[in-house]
Nanobody, 114 residues
Framework: QVQLVESGGGLVQAGGSLTLSCTASGSMFSSYVMSWYRQAPGKQRELVAAISSAGNSNYLDSVKGRFTLSRDNTKNTVYLQMNSLKPEDTAVYYC????????WGQGTQVSVSS
């Protein structure tokens, strides 16, 4: 069982920045594929960014160049740096770990005002 604890959400004005953190339990963190998803009201959950155990990352087209996902295996933590935020980035952001199966955090709200 992998437990995920997210932090860093909040309210920010358009053009601002936030950093989301997700800390995972377990001794095999370096082998986890870590991802951030988001779900806006009335919309389906979508993959925002993912990072492999080798450190390779991929991004949703609409966040490329604005968001950066990184991992620190010494702290069992991934960071989603979000810059140039837009109102359409408003959503609940969920951290996910995949290691045999998918595990999910509780979600953190990101609200971007225009």
């Amino acid at each position: 069982q992998v437990q995920l604890v997210e932090s860093g959400g909040g309210l920010v004005q358009a053009g601002g920045s936030l950093t989301l953190s997700c800390t995972a339990s377990g001794s095999m963190f370096s082998s986890y594929v870590m991802s951030w998803y988001r779900q806006a009201p009335g919309k389906q959950r979508e993959l925002v960014a993912a990072i492999s155990s080798a450190g390779n990352s991929n991004y949703l087209d609409s966040v490329k160049g604005r968001f950066t996902l990184s991992r620190d295996n010494t702290k069992n933590t991934v960071y989603l740096q979000m810059n140039s935020l837009k109102p359409e980035d408003t959503a609940v952001y969920y951290c996910s770990a995949r290691y045999g199966q998918a595990y999910w955090g509780q979600g953190t709200q990101v609200s971007v005002s225009s």
